[in-house]
């Protein structure tokens, strides 16, 4: 699995600077980075890496991999 990034509002690759702009695209880019990330309840915002979980659930890549690490950890450990 890759981690991903969301490009900022006004950049080429983001959606646009204009909240108002109407674009079906730029509304759901702005909706993804607006989503809420599970492990720390922060918006996954712009240019940050996240995993996107079960197709749908948008996660820091830094929370999972913290996670995923402290589970691998704890197996360890037994």
Not at 28 to 53: I, N
Not at 58 to 78: G, I, P
Request: aromatic share 8%; hydrophobic share 30%; proline share 4%.
């Amino acid at each position: 699995m890759a981690a991903g990034t969301i490009a900022a509002p006004g950049t080429d690759a983001g959606p646009c600077r204009n909240e108002e702009c109407g674009h079906e695209d730029c509304d759901a880019t702005r909706a993804m980075a607006d989503s809420k990330c599970p492990y720390c309840h922060e918006a996954v915002g712009y240019d940050r890496r996240f995993y996107q979980l079960d197709g749908k659930i948008l996660v820091h890549a830094f929370c999972y991999e913290t996670a995923v690490e402290q589970k691998r950890s704890e197996n360890d450990d037994k």
